[in-house]
């Protein structure tokens, strides 16, 4: 879905987007305020202003673990059967006492647990398409700036012409998820 954030001085430029947008009829997916650090839950308005951390598109640690939970569902099937042809190909007896069945189920098991450890490390690794806007974003909302996200629909732009009403900083385009 196409995602853009928009940098604005005031809560009242993002609530006359907004009410824009509503009235032209364009659909919208999400829409979400964050307020500034100093301003959050001070001024009452028709949109309700989440903090930057709740948000899990300006949230990086979020974002990794999404992708952590994401890899961990494959990786770990992957490393126990990985672990269990392991055991059975191999002639070490490590676990024999525990007999073969037991001895290749062990085996799995320490395969699964490789591969939910291989999950964190390459979830850690790996850098997010979004990596940039959102570091330019949160250097924003640092400075005082309300963020607006908004996000459309697949194949639809949000209606430019509207938002340069409201005249906002900066616009920031994040990857289309």
């Given at each position: 879905m196409p995602v853009c954030v928009l940098v604005l001085k005031e809560r009242t430029a993002a609530e006359t987007l907004v009410q824009d947008l509503q009235e032209s009829g364009k659909p919208l997916i999400r829409v979400v305020l964050v307020a500034p650090e100093q301003a959050e839950g001070n001024e009452a308005g028709r949109l309700k202003a989440e903090q930057i951390d709740q948000v899990d598109l300006l949230n990086p640690s979020m974002a990794r673990s999404r992708r952590q939970r994401s890899m961990s569902r494959w990786l770990m099937p992957f490393g126990f059967m990985a672990g269990l042809t392991f055991t059975q190909i191999t002639t070490l007896d490590t676990f024999a006492r525990f007999g073969a069945v037991g001895e290749a189920l062990?085996?799995?098991?320490?395969?699964?647990?490789?591969?939910?450890?291989?999950?964190?490390?390459?979830?850690?690794?790996?850098?997010?398409?979004?990596?940039?806007?959102?570091?330019?974003?949160?250097?924003?909302?640092?400075?005082?700036?309300?963020?607006?996200?908004?996000?459309?629909?697949?194949?639809?732009?949000?209606?430019?012409?509207?938002?340069?009403?409201v005249r906002p900083q900066q616009v920031v385009r994040l990857s289309e998820l």
């Open positions: 062990i085996g799995g098991l320490l395969g699964m647990g490789s591969g939910l450890m291989g999950s964190y490390a390459a979830a850690a690794s790996v850098p997010s398409d979004n990596e940039d806007g959102v570091r330019i974003l949160r250097n924003r909302h640092n400075e005082q700036f309300w963020l607006l996200l908004l996000e459309t629909p697949a194949g639809l732009e949000v209606p430019w012409q509207l938002v340069q009403k």
